[in-house]
Nanobody, 124 residues
Framework: QVQLVESGGGLVQAGGSLRLSCAASGRTIINYAMGWFRRAPGKEREFVGSISWRAGGRTYYADSVKGRFTISRDNAKNTVYLQMNSLKPEDTAVYYC????????????????WGQGTQVTVSS
């Protein structure tokens, strides 16, 4: 059974930074695309960004976070990260880690596993 456990959330002032981690167990993340989503209060879950399974880890981001957020992966630690800089109050949400269920495909609609989420609150 694949488990994804997020950590690193918290309360930060606008303009600050946080780094979220997603530790996977039960399966290697090598050859699987990984991603981050978020759900703000009263809103539906939305895509934040993803990182390809390919060597070099091509990344994709929502327009709302492009240039501020960076996804990276450490295959040796079976962990994916989300570095969030220049945080804004509208970034306040529960952030979820996600993993594709298929090897050798970009995340797309292939999410098979979700973490439990970590709360990020950005104060103005």
């Amino acid at each position: 059974q694949v488990q994804l456990v997020e950590s690193g959330g918290g309360l930060v002032q606008a303009g600050g930074s946080l780094r979220l981690s997603c530790a996977a167990s039960g399966r290697t993340i090598i050859n699987y695309a990984m991603g981050w989503f978020r759900r703000a209060p009263g809103k539906e879950r939305e895509f934040v960004g993803s990182i390809s399974w390919r060597a070099g880890g091509r990344t994709y981001y929502a327009d709302s976070v492009k240039g501020r957020f960076t996804i990276s992966r450490d295959n040796a630690k079976n962990t994916v990260y989300l570095q969030m800089n220049s945080l804004k109050p509208e970034d306040t949400a529960v952030y979820y880690c996600a993993s594709s269920g298929n090897k050798y495909t970009d995340l797309g609609n292939t999410v098979a596993y979700w973490g439990q989420g970590t709360q990020v609150t950005v104060s103005s």
